[in-house]
């Protein structure tokens, strides 16, 4: 059974370029998370989605920063006109979504520079 | 708002004795606390959860405990060996799915 999926793995932009990261749950996960890792920063929350619904962006920043999970294919988090400070690893995470099931489940991640 | 701590930045133990983890929490307490182990350059993984209605919680050589009233919850690994060195983040969830983390503990077991 795979794990939670990221790609790439690392990712290069120059300031004002977009950026589009790649999730893929684990297999008859429904729900998907995203959290960002700054340098020398915990991890924290940016948006949970289950499939076609935003259920809480409250982490996200208004401008720039988009998420989707649609109904077929990978959850994608986009970056618009990235900035330096947006450079940090990106943590997918999934959850079955049903019942007690509360642990979550990480991706990889994906290493984001702003040259 | 809610926060989480865990104390210590960094700690170093011998190889064979139990490493103790803390983490405490403000204000309300969550109704799951979870430990997750994180390597250098990789995504965390899920070690052990605890419900607010449980006092203890074990997984092989590891031990989480929880204290609604100190509001902390401890996390122990015991006979602990170098393989065992890496970071050790608390986290919380409530109803709400999505985890709010400390900002870890730097686990060393020196041989």
């Known amino acids: 059974n795979a794990g939670v999926m990221q790609n790439p793995r690392h990712l290069v932009r120059r300031r004002g370029q977009e950026a589009r990261l790649r999730c893929s749950p684990m297999k008859g996960h429904s729900h998907v998370y995203w959290y960002r890792q700054l340098p020398e920063e915990g991890l924290k929350f940016m948006v949970y989605?289950?499939?076609?619904?935003?259920?809480?962006e409250s982490g996200m920043p208004k401008e720039r920063f988009s998420a989707e999970f649609p109904k077929e294919g990978p959850s994608i988090l986009r970056i618009q006109q990235v900035v330096r400070g947006d450079s940090a690893a990106y943590f997918c995470a999934s959850s079955p979504g049903q019942g007690e099931s509360y642990e979550q489940y990480f991706g990889p991640g994906t290493r984001l520079t702003v040259t | 708002s809610q926060k989480i701590e865990q104390n210590s930045e960094a700690l170093n133990i011998q190889e064979g004795k139990t490493a103790t983890l803390t983490c405490n929490y403000t204000n309300y307490s969550p109704a799951y606390l979870q430990w997750y182990r994180q390597d250098p350059g990789r995504g965390p993984v899920f070690l052990l959860l605890i419900r607010e209605n449980e006092k203890e919680k074990r997984k092989e050589r590891l031990k989480v405990t929880f204290d609604t009233t100190l509001k902390q919850s401890l996390f122990h690994i015991t006979a602990s060996q170098p393989a065992d060195s890496a970071t050790y983040l608390c986290?919380?969830?409530?109803?709400?799915?999505?985890?709010?983390f400390g900002s870890g503990t730097q686990l060393t077991v020196l041989p």
């Open positions: 986290a919380f969830s409530g109803s709400a799915r999505q985890l709010t």
């Open positions: 989605l289950q499939k076609e619904n935003i259920i809480d």
